[in-house]
């Protein structure tokens, strides 16, 4: 018996997929809890208009994550540390600090998703990049202003 999978089913198969299972299992288990659907030409138009909305979705959050990404390149992220001789830094700018100041310019990244995980502890511009989208990486500019205290 051929069913349409509506979940994901341990050892049988992934959300979407056509699987061929036994008779029974199909209609007794995966049928009955409403894991899965027969295979109709009915059920097959409605998986293929699932799966072009699922595209569609994938576009528009890809088109999402372009943007901010352009967004991102243009902005410059200021930061004031205590700073010794030589420019030394006492502390530094963590991810969350970066998350932070870029939520209060109504950028929203989530702070797991930086690939550049560490702290910023020098003076200067340093370039901090974050994946935006799969394989869409936005880079931030992180500015660390010193002060003598």
Same mark, same amino acid.
């Given at each position: 018996m051929k069913v349409i999978l509506k979940e994901d089913v341990k050892k049988v198969g992934k959300r979407g997929e056509v699987v061929n299972v036994s008779d029974g299992y199909g209609r007794n288990y995966l049928i009955a809890r409403n894991l899965a659907v027969p295979q109709t030409e009915r059920s097959m138009e409605i998986l293929g208009e699932m799966k072009a909305e699922e595209a569609r979705e994938e576009e528009k959050k890809a088109a999402e994550a372009k943007e901010t990404a352009k967004q991102l390149e243009k902005l410059t992220l200021n930061f004031h540390v205590k700073s010794g001789e030589g420019g030394r830094v006492f %502390? #530094?700018? /963590?991810?969350?600090?970066i998350v932070e100041e870029l939520r209060k310019q109504g950028i929203r990244v989530d702070k797991r998703k930086f690939i550049d995980t560490y702290?910023?502890?020098s003076l200067g511009t340093t370039k901090v990049r974050v994946e935006?989208?799969?394989?869409?990486?936005?880079?931030?500019?992180?500015?660390?202003? %010193? #002060?003598? /205290?």
């Open positions: %502390g #530094s700018v /963590s991810t969350k600090q702290p910023v502890a935006l989208y799969k394989g869409i990486i936005g880079t931030i500019n992180v500015h660390l202003i %010193g #002060s003598d /205290s």
